[in-house]
Nanobody
């Protein structure tokens, strides 16, 4: 079993930055890939970023490329999402997710464990 707890969300002005953290517990975390997703009101959950366990490779949604950076600290069982140059359209609840495979996926159905989410609000 893996438990995920996100933190770091909040209210920020457009152009600002936030760093989200996702702390994981459970022995399976050490072997799995991690992903960040978000869901805005009235919209479906969408992929934001993913990071593999095997080689640390990363992937990003086109809408956040060049602005967001995903990283992980396996010693701390924590994954981060650094968000810069935030825009009002980035406003959403952000979720981290874990899967057993070492390779990231952009599909939410491929993740077995989810955090409770953290709200990010970007004002214009």
């Amino acid at each position: 079993q893996v438990q995920l707890v996100e933190s770091g969300g909040g209210l920020v002005q457009a152009g600002g930055s936030l760093r989200l953290s996702c702390a994981a517990s459970g022995r399976t975390f050490s072997s799995g890939a991690m992903g960040w997703f978000r869901q805005a009101p009235g919209k479906e959950r969408e992929f934001v970023a993913g990071i593999s366990r095997s080689d640390g490779s990363t992937a990003y949604a086109d809408s956040v490329k060049g602005r967001f950076t995903v990283s992980r600290d396996n010693a701390k069982n924590t994954v981060y999402l650094q968000m810069n140059s935030l825009k009002p359209e980035d406003t959403a609840v952000y979720y981290c997710a874990a899967r057993y495979s070492a390779r990231y996926s952009s599909r939410s159905e491929n993740y077995s464990y989810w955090g409770q989410g953290t709200q990010v609000t970007v004002s214009s």
